[in-house]
């Protein structure tokens, strides 16, 4: 079967064979095997039909990208742009949009009578800690004659995971599962004592150099072997080898032709230090003369669209085939990084874990800096998953016969992450697990649209209480079999009884537990005032059912008359200190006013207070308030240039990115804000003036 005159692999026209039966898909490949041509695929045939379709993606820049593609595949008129913070088309019959905004599309009770099917990427971000619900809701919520085109990288319980997706959509998911990558993939370490190796020829190594030393205690006087050179020995103590570096990585992946490469690293500090490094220690370019003929004449056109943002440091990197890419970084300049990396421009590229989520765009060859990186509560090693995510970009099809995989591994690190190399290798993937837990606000509004039992059945379909259900059978009819047979089972009677009501505990405890969470929720919302014994809303449920970023602590906000009576552009400030927070180790290039010290300490108070804190431990949510945002963000609703709100900040990295990004966050709350003040004109007009003005330059461009 073809499509678009592309030979289609077994795996595509397998799951395009179900979709054509009326069924839903979930496909689970490996990165970089052409799931989104399924995605494509149904995207024509809605359109064809008169019908609508919708994408979503985990993250904006795949958004952003599958915006961009659509639209030159069916023109402007026919794809919408939907990310919270920009608007394109709502109503376009093709949507891209983020999850959460589909989310609220459907407890808005939205009209999806001609939506054919919703394509969710990267569908295992079901599991994340802190988005997953979101979701499962979606999952929950869309009507059952939508189709779903679930795409996933290769999970554990991908059959588990697709029975429940039967469950919970009503009609058939099928799995279409494929293993074979069209581009296989070689594993190398590196060091600088090593070399580039094969795995098992550097645990060979290893196990010599670990021979030679007696150990890896070297210079703590401990396991020394006798037959060893002490006058180098003596030398050598307390003088560790020198890290390797992703110098000595460029030069040995350049000696074996495995350029271009994706370098990645779990710091975006270490990105563009990198970067500068190599570009200043090859005095030359990586590009022939053709390419830098090309690359000179499109950052010459780049000059004039980015100006300052695009300075001569910066020029020179990327015109020696070098650049860095991360989600802090100016928004244009993020994009033109991409546009030089498809265009073949770029040679080695520094990178985070962002470039590596669903954006097409492949390298011969992939690095990585390190194994570990902060999950958000501590450092912690690399999930199976994520690693075989980016090493997956890896092998560009059609260009390839094999990609390159260079783990950066110092034979002092070896003996550390052995089990975990070893079940990178062994492709020993993780469950998808549940994080179900409604939020503030879909908690509300689902109180405010359905009877308590439509409620309790929708609390039963996610996959937490699925997972549960399975469970607590499996316990009673093991605690059934233990209290039947007593004593048959290789233990005393009364063990095998004692066990009996120790699963029967366990069941009864894990049975209804996603009810009992809502229930409790509900009920600390009456405790509060939110809601009246008879769960009719008073003010706070009210002002909660328009607000979904910092809920409780922008409701107490509200409650407490703290955006009344102050200056638009102060309130824009408070709104982008109520979304985001200032990156670690910047530093302010400014003081605070009395009115901003005065706003500060009335937040700070609703975050220490007994209703903020205690919302957060029920929800396993954070919330944060950063004062510092206050002079920023008014400078921007005042019409200072990004730049110039930049000089304000003295910061390590580039964080461009992360202002945009927090300036429309800010701007999407305030939206909310309009919502809730609906009652109030003045308010309302104050705020559509407020989200006009911010609405301008890098805050609207498509990122």
Not at 183 to 204: I, K, M, N, W
Not at 359 to 385: H, Q
Not at 564 to 571: M, Q, R, Y
Request: glycine letters at 8%; one cysteine or more.
């Amino acid at each position: 079967m073809k499509y678009r005159g592309l030979q289609l692999d077994r795996f595509q026209e397998q799951a395009i064979g179900h979709l054509k039966e009326g069924h839903s898909v979930l496909v689970s490949a490996p990165t970089g095997t052409g799931k989104t041509i399924i995605a494509d695929w149904i995207v024509d045939e809605a359109l064809q039909a008169g019908q609508s379709v919708v994408y979503t993606a985990p993250i904006k820049a795949l958004s952003n990208q599958k915006f961009r593609d659509y639209t030159r595949l069916h023109g402007d008129e026919r794809v919408g742009l939907v990310t919270g913070d920009l608007v394109i088309r709502r109503d376009a019959p093709c949507r891209v949009m983020t999850t959460e905004i589909l989310r609220n599309m459907l407890l808005g009770g939205e009209d999806l009578e001609h939506l054919k099917a919703v394509i969710i990427d990267e569908i295992h971000f079901l599991d994340d800690r802190e988005r997953g619900t979101t979701w499962e809701e979606v999952l929950i919520y869309l009507p059952p004659h939508v189709q779903i085109v679930g795409l996933s990288a290769t999970i554990a319980n991908l059959h588990d995971f697709a029975a429940w997706l039967t469950f919970v959509r009503g009609h058939q998911v099928d799995v279409v599962l494929e293993e074979t990558r069209a581009v296989p993939l070689d594993f190398f370490y590196a060091s600088r004592e090593t070399g580039l190796c094969t795995p098992p020829d550097y645990h060979q190594r290893w196990k010599r150099k670990r021979g030679m030393r007696g150990g890896w205690n070297e210079g703590r006087g401990k396991g020394r072997g006798k037959g060893r050179d002490r006058k180098r020995d003596k030398q050598r103590r307390g003088r560790p080898t020198r890290r390797t570096r992703d110098t000595d990585c460029f030069e040995m992946m350049a000696d074996h032709g495995m350029l271009p490469y994706l370098y990645f690293v779990f710091s975006r500090r270490d990105t563009e230090r990198y970067a500068r490094t190599l570009a200043s220690w090859l005095h030359t370019s990586l590009l022939t003369d053709e390419e830098q003929v090309r690359m000179d004449a499109r950052l010459n056109q780049a000059a004039g669209e980015l100006g300052p943002a695009l300075d001569s440091d910066l020029r020179q990197i990327y015109s020696m085939g070098i650049a860095f890419h991360h989600a802090g970084l100016h928004v244009q300049l993020k994009s033109l990084v991409e546009e030089l990396y498809e265009a073949k421009l770029l040679m080695v590229l520094y990178c985070t874990s962002t470039f590596a989520l669903g954006i097409n765009m492949p390298a011969r060859s992939v690095c990585f800096d390190g194994l570990k990186k902060y999950d958000g509560t501590r450092v912690a090693p690399l999930p199976t998953r994520g690693f075989m995510q980016k090493a997956g970009r890896a092998g560009r099809r059609g260009m390839d016969d094999f990609g390159n995989v260079v783990i950066r591994l110092d034979l002092e690190e070896y003996e550390e992450y052995k089990p975990l190399l070893d079940r990178y290798m062994k492709g020993e993937v993780e469950n998808v697990r549940s994080s179900f837990s409604l939020s503030w606000n879909s908690i509300v509004n689902l109180l405010k649209r359905h009877d308590e039992d439509h409620i309790r059945a929708i609390v039963d379909k996610s996959f937490l209480a699925w997972h549960l259900s399975k469970q607590v059978d499996r316990q009673i009819a093991r605690a059934e079999l233990l209290e039947t047979e007593p004593g048959e089972h290789h233990r005393s009677k009364n063990k095998d009884l004692k066990e009996a009501r120790r699963l029967r505990r366990r069941a009864s405890n894990d049975e209804g537990r996603c009810w009992q969470e809502f229930q409790g929720k509900v009920g600390f919302l009456q405790n509060i005032g939110y809601l009246a014994e008879d769960n009719s809303f008073s003010a706070g449920a009210k002002v909660l059912q328009h607000l979904q970023i910092s809920e409780m602590l922008t409701t107490e906000a509200v409650l407490a008359g703290v955006f009344e009576d102050i200056e638009p552009e102060t309130l824009f400030g408070v709104l982008c200190g109520l979304v985001s927070d200032l990156p670690r180790k910047s530093e302010r290039n400014f003081k605070l006013t009395r009115e901003d010290r005065r706003l500060a300490l009335q937040l700070t108070n609703l975050v220490r207070g007994d209703i903020v804190g205690t919302a957060d431990e029920m929800s396993s949510y954070e919330s944060s308030w950063c004062p510092d945002l206050i002079p920023i963000g008014r400078a921007w609703a005042k019409g200072d240039s990004l730049q110039a709100v930049l000089m304000m900040i003295i910061t390590p990295t580039d964080i461009s990115g992360d202002l945009v990004s927090c300036f429309r966050r800010a701007k999407d709350l305030a939206g909310q804000l309009r919502d809730v003040y609906s009652d109030m004109p003045d308010q309302v007009a104050m705020l559509r003036t407020l989200i006009k003005t911010v609405s301008r330059d890098e805050v609207e461009v498509v990122g």
